[in-house]
């Protein structure tokens, strides 16, 4: 048996690998290394720490001093804080849908790196999903 049949199957598995893109749904751009499922969004898993590490900040919609009132600390903050932002099951009508898809207002996160589509489709996903504290 030759070696040339196998180094040319090598090497054509290399230029056909070399092409393909990475289908992990990490951007590199995005603020955050959140990376949500296509279903079955979890709260404190997906949605929370993407708050996190996006928008309860400081000067934003943490708490303490802040530049808004909605604060994104927690589960009951975003849902029973006074400000109706997420209407269960409906993403297109949930004004945080809006805001981080830059929709209506600024878009949010407000002078920071948008959200990647992985992370927006996410939000849509739990909000279709019941907006559950899960």
Not at 11 to 22: I, S, V
Not at 50 to 57: E, I
Request: hydrophobic share 40%; glycine share 8%; net charge neutral.
């Amino acid at each position: 048996m030759t070696l040339r049949p196998v180094i040319s199957l090598l090497a054509l598995l290399a230029l056909l690998g070399w092409g393909c893109k990475d289908e992990n749904p990490v951007d590199e751009d995005s603020p955050s290394n959140v990376v949500f499922p296509i279903s079955n969004v979890s709260y404190a898993q997906h949605v929370q720490p993407l708050f996190n590490q996006t928008c309860a900040l400081t000067g934003c919609h943490g708490d303490g001093q802040q530049q808004s009132a909605l604060r994104l600390t927690s589960y009951d903050n975003l849902m029973f804080g006074g400000q109706l932002v997420v209407i269960r099951g409906e993403p297109a009508q949930s004004v945080i849908v809006m805001r981080i898809e830059g929709r209506v207002g600024e878009r949010m996160p407000l002078n920071r790196r948008a959200l990647n589509q992985n992370q927006i489709n996410g939000i849509r996903a739990w909000i279709s999903e019941g907006a559950l504290n899960n």
